[in-house]
């Protein structure tokens, strides 16, 4: 649905996408991440063909960015996740109903369509509230009522829960899931991991203008050898670290209190040995389990180029 070869845009000496090769699949959620000035934006605008490519080629939904742009813009709906682009003396509804006549929906439609999205995004309640006047968080959240608006094979979201509360993300995430069981693609950047990780097929890390690795979430977390088991114990014991230390083969015990950390060389091999040995001493455990590796510890191995 989404696939590029070489892609490239450079900004006079500066490259902000260097060669970048993606192939994303129908119904497929594929994150990027990387941090700030990593390339992820403009990649997005030059897939909307709001950025013209300074070399390679792209195709969404089967339409050449470069050769018809037009094609690519009506199949697909973006959300920047910025507030610019709303006007904020008009209210929710005047917003949506504006947007949808610059797309070409007739009044009914545009009428139909913008109660919809205002009451699955949850501000229906909150349609004649100005825009200047909603909350982050709900910002955000008509941001991507206005993308949905729109039923597009292919969503491109740029950042789009960043900077809400909870409550709002959840939703928001609800929305992507529904669009994927629906079969619809969607380009999904962020700096929440473990928005990452919940939501996303593949992820795709980005740094200086080029994808330096791409795997699927769990794949990710496997570049990062685990060094811990967890422990959750059915009551606190001072003297459990202390004897734990005991082992050959544990390094180092943290935490107190009926929940620890225990680092061995290779926990995977360890933790039968651990959870034989609490049964010997007639330590009771709720849970006994090796703690696997963050996207964020990957995020930083990769990335910042530094060991974990």
């Not at 991440?33 to 403009?42: E, L, Q, R, V």
Request: contains cysteine; aromatic residues 6%.
């Amino acid at each position: 649905m989404i696939k590029t070869l070489d892609l490239a845009r450079a900004f006079g000496s500066k490259i902000a996408v260097d060669r970048v090769s993606i192939t994303i699949d129908q119904g497929e959620i594929y994150g990027l991440i990387g941090p700030n000035g990593a390339g992820k934006s403009t990649l997005v605008a030059l897939l909307c063909t709001l950025v013209v490519p300074t070399s390679g080629t792209g195709t969404v939904n089967g339409f050449d960015i470069n050769k018809e742009s037009r094609q690519v813009r009506d199949s697909i709906s973006l959300n920047f996740g910025g507030e610019r682009s709303f006007y904020w003396r008009l209210n929710a509804v005047q917003n949506l109903e504006f947007f949808a006549s610059i797309h070409g929906l007739g009044r009914n439609e545009a009428m139909a369509a913008t109660q919809a999205v205002l009451e699955q995004m949850g501000l229906w309640a909150d349609r004649r509230t100005p825009f200047g006047q909603f909350s982050g968080g709900m910002k955000k959240r008509l941001n991507l009522a206005r993308a949905l608006m729109l039923d597009r094979p292919v969503y491109l979201c740029d950042e789009p829960t960043t900077g809400t509360d909870p409550a709002s993300a959840l939703r928001m995430r609800e929305v992507f899931h529904d669009l994927k069981r629906q079969g619809k693609t969607i380009l999904l950047v962020t700096h929440n991991l473990e928005e990452v990780t919940e939501l996303c097929d593949r992820v795709g890390m980005m740094s200086e203008g080029r994808i330096i690795h791409e795997d699927t979430p769990e794949g990710m977390r496997r570049l990062v050898r685990p060094e811990a088991i967890g422990l959750e114990l059915a009551d606190g014991r001072a003297d459990l670290p202390e004897r734990l230390l005991g082992l050959p083969f544990v390094r180092r015990v943290e935490g107190d209190g009926a929940t620890l950390k225990v680092y061995t060389e290779a926990p995977e091999q360890d933790v039968t040995a651990v959870l034989r040995w609490l049964v010997q001493e007639g330590v009771p455990a709720l849970q006994v389990g090796v703690i696997r590796p963050r996207l964020q510890d990957v995020f930083i191995k990769l990335v910042e180029k530094r060991d974990v």
